[in-house]
C-alpha cells in the first residue's frame, strides 16, 4: 500500500553518540507504583551506573516496586523525603515523566549544569527500530493498541520482523533493547509529560498520530498553550519522508505545522483541512458510524466496512480504528490482516469495559475517561437509559460540556470527589422546566457504587465514566476501575446465591 504515498523511509531516529552510563552517578526522582521507574533503574544497574532512588513516598507505600528492585544493585534508597546532594553531585537525573519540570530539585539540578532526562528518552536515544507513536487527549492508549495489534498480526513479513509495544501504555521496553533490530517496528502511546522531556533531545516518531486535542493536565502544564507545545513535538523533529495522521474533526489540530506528509482520518461532515486529501474518510457525511469507510490514496480509494468490523462501542472507537488504518496503509499491511485484527480487538481495561450483568442492567468500567470530552463519548455510545458515577480529582478543566450531557442523556448521577459540587451546580443551572437528572451524592467508592445499584431498574447501563482525574479518593485509574469490577462481582454473586 505504501507504494501508493509519497516515499515513507522505514527509518530510525538520528540519534546521537550516547555516552556510556558506566561509573555515572545517577538519581532517579520518583519511583512510582506503574513499572516505568523500575525498568530505568534496573537498566542503568545493567549498564553500570551508580544509582541513587529517591521518592518522597516512604518504603511501605513502594512495596511492590522495592520488591522488584531487591535484586537489583542500587548505591542507595532515599525514600520518604530526598535529600538534595543527591541533585547537586550527580552525574545525570531520571526523573518521572509526572514530575512538573519546574520541581525544586530539577531547579537545583538545572543550576549546577546536570542534565534531566526520563525512561522513554533513555529507550529512544537507544532505539535502532522506527517509531509509530500515538497522543492525543483521548483514545490514545486504544488507538495505540489497536495500531499495535495489526502490526502484530502481520509481523514476520517482509520488511516487518518483530512489532513491540511500550510508553505510556505502561510498557517499559528498555530491557529488550537487546533484542529490537532495525527490521522493526516498535508502537508507542506518548504523553504530554513524556513529549515535553523529548523535545529536549529534537526527537518525533517516524509515523506521528494524534487522535484530538482538548484542554487536559492544566494542573501539570501552566497554560493551554503550553499542553498544545508539548504535543506538538510529535510534528516538529520530522522530516518530508515521515508521516503523519490527524483527527480532520479537529480544528486545532489541522493547523499544527510540520515538514512530514499528512493523512487523515474523519468520521464527521465538517472537514478542517481541506488540503490532506488522503487518508479514512466515512463515507456517509452523517455524524456518527456510516454504512462504510473509504481508504483514499493517490492512486487508489478502497471501501472498508470497518464500523462492521468492531466489537467495541462508540463514534470514539471507530475514530480511533480509523486511526490505525492510516498509519497501517503507509506500512504495505495487507487488508485482511487489519480486517483480522480489528474484529478480533477487545477493550482495553478501564476504556468502555464491559464488566458484567446483574438482575437486567448491564455495568460499564470507563475509568480512564479522565477528561469530560472521554465522558462524553462514553455517555454517547449508549442508547440505553444511564445511571452515571462521575467526578474526582479536579484538574481545573472545564467541565460545563459533560455537565450539559449529563442533564440530557442520564437518568440518575451519583457524583464522587472534588468535582462534585461544581458538576451538581451546572447540572441545576441547566435543568428546564423540572427535567434533567436525579443527583446523588457518594461519600466513598462503595456508597457511590451501592447507591448506583440501589437507584437503577433493569435495562439501564451502570456506567463508571467519571470525567476527572481518580487522585482524592483512589490510587490512579486503574484502582478506581478495578474496585467497580469488584463490586460487580460481589453483586452479581449475591444474587446468584439469593
Given at each position: 500500500?505504501?507504494?501508493?504515498?509519497?516515499?515513507?523511509?522505514?527509518?530510525?531516529?538520528?540519534?546521537?553518540?550516547?555516552?556510556?552510563?558506566?561509573?555515572?552517578?545517577?538519581?532517579?526522582?520518583?519511583?512510582?507504583?506503574?513499572?516505568?521507574?523500575?525498568?530505568?533503574?534496573?537498566?542503568?544497574?545493567?549498564?553500570?551506573?551508580?544509582?541513587?532512588?529517591?521518592?518522597?513516598?516512604?518504603?511501605?507505600?513502594?512495596?511492590?516496586?522495592?520488591?522488584?528492585?531487591?535484586?537489583?544493585?542500587?548505591?542507595?534508597?532515599?525514600?520518604?523525603?530526598?535529600?538534595?546532594?543527591?541533585?547537586?553531585?550527580?552525574?545525570?537525573?531520571?526523573?518521572?515523566?509526572?514530575?512538573?519540570?519546574?520541581?525544586?530539585?530539577?531547579?537545583?539540578?538545572?543550576?549546577?549544569?546536570?542534565?534531566?532526562?526520563?525512561?522513554?528518552?533513555?529507550?529512544?536515544?537507544?532505539?535502532?527500530?522506527?517509531?509509530?507513536?500515538?497522543?492525543?487527549?483521548?483514545?490514545?492508549?486504544?488507538?495505540?493498541?489497536?495500531?499495535?495489534?495489526?502490526?502484530?498480526?502481520?509481523?514476520?513479513?517482509?520488511?516487518?520482523?518483530?512489532?513491540?509495544?511500550?510508553?505510556?501504555?505502561?510498557?517499559?521496553?528498555?530491557?529488550?533493547?537487546?533484542?529490537?533490530?532495525?527490521?522493526?517496528?516498535?508502537?508507542?502511546?506518548?504523553?504530554?509529560?513524556?513529549?515535553?522531556?523529548?523535545?529536549?533531545?529534537?526527537?518525533?516518531?517516524?509515523?506521528?498520530?494524534?487522535?484530538?486535542?482538548?484542554?487536559?493536565?492544566?494542573?501539570?502544564?501552566?497554560?493551554?498553550?503550553?499542553?498544545?507545545?508539548?504535543?506538538?513535538?510529535?510534528?516538529?523533529?520530522?522530516?518530508?519522508?515521515?508521516?503523519?495522521?490527524?483527527?480532520?474533526?479537529?480544528?486545532?489540530?489541522?493547523?499544527?505545522?510540520?515538514?512530514?506528509?499528512?493523512?487523515?482520518?474523519?468520521?464527521?461532515?465538517?472537514?478542517?483541512?481541506?488540503?490532506?486529501?488522503?487518508?479514512?474518510?466515512?463515507?456517509?457525511?452523517?455524524?456518527?458510524?456510516?454504512?462504510?469507510?473509504?481508504?483514499?490514496?493517490?492512486?487508489?480509494?478502497?471501501?472498508?466496512?470497518?464500523?462492521?468490523?468492531?466489537?467495541?462501542?462508540?463514534?470514539?472507537?471507530?475514530?480511533?480504528?480509523?486511526?490505525?488504518?492510516?498509519?497501517?496503509?503507509?506500512?504495505?499491511?495487507?487488508?485482511?490482516?487489519?480486517?483480522?485484527?480489528?474484529?478480533?480487538?477487545?477493550?482495553?481495561?478501564?476504556?468502555?469495559?464491559?464488566?458484567?450483568?446483574?438482575?437486567?442492567?448491564?455495568?460499564?468500567?470507563?475509568?480512564?475517561?479522565?477528561?469530560?470530552?472521554?465522558?462524553?463519548?462514553?455517555?454517547?455510545?449508549?442508547?440505553?437509559?444511564?445511571?452515571?458515577?462521575?467526578?474526582?480529582?479536579?484538574?481545573?478543566?472545564?467541565?460545563?460540556?459533560?455537565?450539559?450531557?449529563?442533564?440530557?442523556?442520564?437518568?440518575?448521577?451519583?457524583?464522587?470527589?472534588?468535582?462534585?459540587?461544581?458538576?451538581?451546580?451546572?447540572?441545576?443551572?441547566?435543568?428546564?422546566?423540572?427535567?434533567?437528572?436525579?443527583?446523588?451524592?457518594?461519600?466513598?467508592?462503595?456508597?457511590?457504587?451501592?447507591?448506583?445499584?440501589?437507584?437503577?431498574?433493569?435495562?439501564?447501563?451502570?456506567?463508571?465514566?467519571?470525567?476527572?482525574?481518580?487522585?482524592?479518593?483512589?490510587?490512579?485509574?486503574?484502582?478506581?476501575?478495578?474496585?467497580?469490577?469488584?463490586?460487580?462481582?460481589?453483586?452479581?454473586k449475591t444474587h446468584e446465591e439469593q
Amino acid at each position: 500500500m505504501s507504494k501508493n504515498l509519497p516515499d515513507f523511509q522505514k527509518r530510525a531516529f538520528a540519534r546521537r553518540a550516547v555516552e556510556s552510563l558506566a561509573g555515572r552517578r545517577v538519581t532517579v526522582l520518583g519511583l512510582g507504583t506503574l513499572g516505568g521507574a523500575v525498568q530505568a533503574v534496573k537498566f542503568l544497574a545493567a549498564q553500570g551506573a551508580v544509582v541513587t532512588v529517591t521518592d518522597a513516598k516512604p518504603a511501605s507505600k513502594l512495596a511492590a516496586s522495592l520488591s522488584e528492585l531487591a535484586q537489583t544493585p542500587i548505591h542507595r534508597f532515599v525514600l520518604g523525603g530526598h535529600d538534595d546532594d543527591d541533585f547537586r553531585k550527580a552525574d545525570l537525573i531520571v526523573a518521572n515523566p509526572a514530575v512538573r519540570p519546574d520541581h525544586r530539585l530539577l531547579k537545583l539540578a538545572r543550576s549546577f549544569g546536570i542534565p534531566i532526562t526520563t525512561e522513554v528518552q533513555l529507550f529512544l536515544e537507544r532505539c535502532p527500530a522506527p517509531v509509530a507513536a500515538v497522543t492525543g487527549s483521548n483514545g490514545k492508549s486504544t488507538t495505540t493498541a489497536m495500531l499495535h495489534r495489526i502490526c502484530e498480526l502481520a509481523s514476520g513479513s517482509p520488511g516487518l520482523r518483530r512489532t513491540w509495544l511500550g510508553g505510556n501504555i505502561g510498557v517499559s521496553l528498555l530491557d529488550q533493547l537487546p533484542a529490537i533490530t532495525s527490521d522493526d517496528l516498535v508502537v508507542m502511546e506518548l504523553s504530554s509529560f513524556q513529549l515535553y522531556w523529548l523535545n529536549q533531545i529534537e526527537w518525533s516518531p517516524n509515523i506521528a498520530i494524534v487522535t484530538n486535542f482538548s484542554a487536559n493536565h492544566l494542573d501539570w502544564h501552566d497554560t493551554l498553550d503550553d499542553y498544545r507545545s508539548a504535543k506538538q513535538t510529535m510534528f516538529r523533529w520530522q522530516n518530508e519522508s515521515d508521516v503523519v495522521v490527524i483527527n480532520l474533526d479537529e480544528p486545532d489540530v489541522c493547523q499544527w505545522p510540520g515538514p512530514a506528509q499528512r493523512l487523515g482520518f474523519q468520521t464527521g461532515s465538517n472537514c478542517s483541512d481541506v488540503t490532506t486529501k488522503y487518508g479514512v474518510f466515512s463515507e456517509s457525511k452523517q455524524e456518527g458510524y456510516s454504512p462504510s469507510q473509504i481508504l483514499r490514496l493517490p492512486h487508489a480509494e478502497i471501501r472498508l466496512p470497518v464500523s462492521s468490523w468492531l466489537q467495541v462501542r462508540g463514534v470514539h472507537n471507530l475514530q480511533n480504528a480509523m486511526a490505525a488504518i492510516a498509519a497501517a496503509s503507509v506500512l504495505d499491511i495487507p487488508f485482511d490482516i487489519i480486517e483480522t485484527a480489528l474484529r478480533s480487538y477487545q477493550a482495553l481495561p478501564h476504556r468502555l469495559e464491559f464488566v458484567g450483568a446483574c438482575a437486567g442492567r448491564e455495568f460499564y468500567n470507563d475509568s480512564l475517561a479522565t477528561t469530560p470530552e472521554s465522558a462524553i463519548l462514553g455517555l454517547q455510545a449508549f442508547t440505553q437509559p444511564v445511571i452515571l458515577l462521575a467526578g474526582g480529582y479536579d484538574k481545573g478543566v472545564d467541565l460545563s460540556s459533560m455537565s450539559k450531557l449529563i442533564s440530557q442523556a442520564c437518568r440518575v448521577v451519583v457524583l464522587m470527589g472534588q468535582t462534585a459540587p461544581a458538576i451538581h451546580e451546572q447540572i441545576e443551572q441547566n435543568r428546564q422546566s423540572g427535567g434533567g437528572p436525579e443527583v446523588i451524592f457518594a461519600s466513598s467508592p462503595h456508597d457511590a457504587f451501592t447507591k448506583a445499584w440501589e437507584n437503577s431498574q433493569p435495562g439501564e447501563v451502570i456506567l463508571l465514566s467519571p470525567g476527572c482525574a481518580s487522585y482524592d479518593w483512589f490510587v490512579n485509574f486503574r484502582d478506581r476501575g478495578e474496585q467497580f469490577r469488584q463490586f460487580v462481582r460481589e453483586l452479581a454473586k449475591t444474587h446468584e446465591e439469593q
